[in-house]
């Protein structure tokens, strides 16, 4: 009995690893992945190819473009496991808003700051978050890149990848935990490992 609960207390851990950030921990790689981001973005912006909004409704346009490709609609399943929403409202940030970023969400609605905001790749980044990943762990790196490489293109997506592998931020599906059986033939190594220390 005490074996399950130990192997219990081991896959929460292992499935807070993957994501550091999630339920209600704190998203300690939300600075390396906004470092990683700047570094992505300056390359776009080099590669010329940084696409900006014009206006508010040509942000709340793309968005609604987004929300209705067969790509949202696949990672929307995935995560939240119900039917996708069609619609997420877009607004620009009020001067009293007082948030010094780019662009924020809860994860029903996003807000755009008019100066620094209005990119295709901010609102792609609260979108992501929008996919239940309200941090900035593995699982929003990996949606992320998908939303970059379907909607931005190509180009944009690897200078992403690039800089999240030169700041050591891991963006694949997550790593499977033991089964029971692993687990409990390593414990029992690394258990008897000590023994042999001790008795020596």
């Known amino acids: 009995m005490k074996e399950h609960v130990l192997y219990s207390n081991y896959l929460v851990r292992h499935r807070l690893k993957q994501n550091r950030g999630s339920l209600g921990q704190r998203d300690s790689e939300m600075t390396k992945t906004y470092r990683a981001e700047w570094v992505a973005q300056a390359d776009m912006r080099m590669m010329d190819l940084y696409p900006t909004f014009s206006d508010i409704k040509e942000a709340q346009r793309f968005t609604k473009k987004v929300c209705r490709s067969k790509t949202w609609a696949k990672l929307y399943e995935e995560n939240r496991a119900s039917k996708p929403t069609s619609e997420l409202p877009v607004r620009l940030k009020m001067s009293g808003d007082g948030r010094g970023t780019a662009g924020f969400t809860n994860g029903r609605r996003i807000v755009l700051d ?63 935990p033991l089964t029971f059986e692993q687990w409990k033939a390593a414990r029992d190594r690394m258990v008897n490992a000590r023994k042999k220390m001790l008795d020596c």
């Open 114 to 176: 008019p100066h620094t905001g209005m990119n295709v790749y901010v609102l792609l980044h609260e979108m992501a978050h929008c996919l239940g990943h309200m941090h900035h762990g593995r699982s929003f790196r990996r949606d992320l890149l998908k939303l970059v490489s379907r909607f931005m293109g190509r180009p944009q997506a690897n200078a992403l990848k690039n800089a999240f592998k030169a700041h050591k931020l891991p963006c694949g599906d997550a790593r499977k």
